[in-house]
Structures are given as structure tokens and as C-alpha cells.
């Protein structure tokens, strides 16, 4: 790897500043900008590193469970895998705008490769409007004692869009322990009928601007009943209705089903994540 310009490790003193540059662009960023505007408050929230690279932060990448470039060209994406290589890997995947994430793992696949799955089209959506169609009124928040009937669907979800059972290798207890987290935060909704989960989603993000959902799901015998749409506008609308927020989220371009859930509901694009899943 041609030697460069180092990353530098960002400090507390840089996160106005950095937040001030995301907000340009708050839907691509809103999974950094949530943590930086919580460690604004404690620092122990931002759960992971903010790297910088040139004078005036030309680029930018956040280092945690996910490693998310969110800003640079080339040389920055180099000096960030510089960084990276030289430490143990903590990520699951690289996330974020897709210029930079698929610039960033050319440097890094031959490190960390190969990846064990690459998504390099997956359209970010946005919208900013209380959804259009039916909203799902039997979708709501989840309650802290639902948690034992929530977190199987939560399991079978993560299986079927990431591969792997997030309770492996000992993961069980922090998986459920996450679960919780976000129930008790409300931001878990669901459709419950007869004590099972029909539909699922959550709020896997939230700055002050904007909710990125994550984690939508329908039960396999309840599919193509519409129950996707009506739900995913449910927790839309809570969003932007409820919290004055935008909705955001990002879908794999070959779900040809999904996408056309979301357009019915009103998302339109707003620009292109990738996702290398490790």
C-alpha cells in the first residue's frame, strides 16, 4: 500500500465541527451524526473512532462495529485502510455511500478479504412527508415483556438479510441484550396477532433530523399480503408525524419486492449506499 498522508484519530473537540459538515448530507450520514450528537453529550456513545483525513476533514470515516466512510476520495480511502490494516479487525461490514465504501474495500479486501458477501447497489431512500397508503394502525411500539416473543422474529430477520444467526459464537446474550435496548428505547414496532410477530421493524438510527429504519420483516406465510407496506408506513409516519423527522432507509437493489413496497408508501431515492458484509 502506497504510503500517504496518515489518518488521524478525531477528538471531542472536533465533533461540532464534523457534525456541522455531515448535516449537509444528514440522510447518507444520519448513522454517524446519531452517535456524534450523543457523545456530544457523553462521549462514551459514539461506541467507536472518527478518523479524519486532510486540513479541513476532506474525508471521514467512522470506526466501529461497522466501519462507515462517509466522506473522500481516494487518497482518503487509502489512508483509512492504512489505518485499519494495522489493527485487529472489529467490524462486521463496511456501510455507508457507496463511492466510498467500494473505493475503501478495494483497498482493504486484500487484508480483510474475501468478503462473504458484497452489496455495491443498494439505493438510499428518504421521505419527508407522512406516508401515502394504508398505515398499518395494528403496528406499534413494543413493550419490554414482549421481548421473548419479538426477539424470534428479530433472529430470523438478521438470518435471512445478513446469513448468519447473530447468536452464534457465544453472540446470544448480546444479541438479546441489543433487542432490548431498542425496545426500551422505542424504537422496535411490530404486529402481533395471537402473541406471534407478523411484521417487524425498527429504528436502528436517529439523529435530529432523521430515523433510519432497519430490520423490516414479514412473517413468511403473511407475504405479499401487503403487510410490509402498511407497516413500514406505520413506523414512517411515527417518524415523521410523531418525532418531526425524515424517514430513511436502505434496500438491496435485487429486492425488487421491497422496493416497490417503499415506493408505495412515498420513499424516493436519495442517493446509494454499499454494503461488503465480512
Known sequence: MLKLAGARLLQGRDLASVRSLLESDPVAACMVLSRIEAAEIDPVYLSGELWGYGSGFDGLCYSGANLIPLRGGRDAMRAFADRASRRRRVC??????????????????????????????QPLLALSEPPAGWVDPAVRQVRSEELDSYLPAAVSMFVEEVGVDPRSNGGAVAYRARIADLIASGRAFARFEDGQVVFKAEIGAISGTVGQIQGVWVHPDRRGSGLGAAGTAAVADHL?????????LYVNDFNIAA?????????????????VLL
Open 259 to 275: 422496493r416497490a413496497a417503499y415506493r408505495k408508501v412515498g420513499f424516493r431515492r436519495a442517493g446509494t449506499f454499499s454494503t
Open 92 to 121: 462486521s461490514s463496511l456501510v455507508g455511500p457507496a463511492r466510498q465504501v467500494m473505493s475503501l474495500w478495494s483497498e482493504l479486501s486484500a487484508h480483510w478479504g474475501p468478503a462473504r458477501e458484497v452489496r455495491p447497489e
Open 240 to 248: 415523521v408525524r410523531g418525532m418531526g423527522r425524515r424517514a430513511s
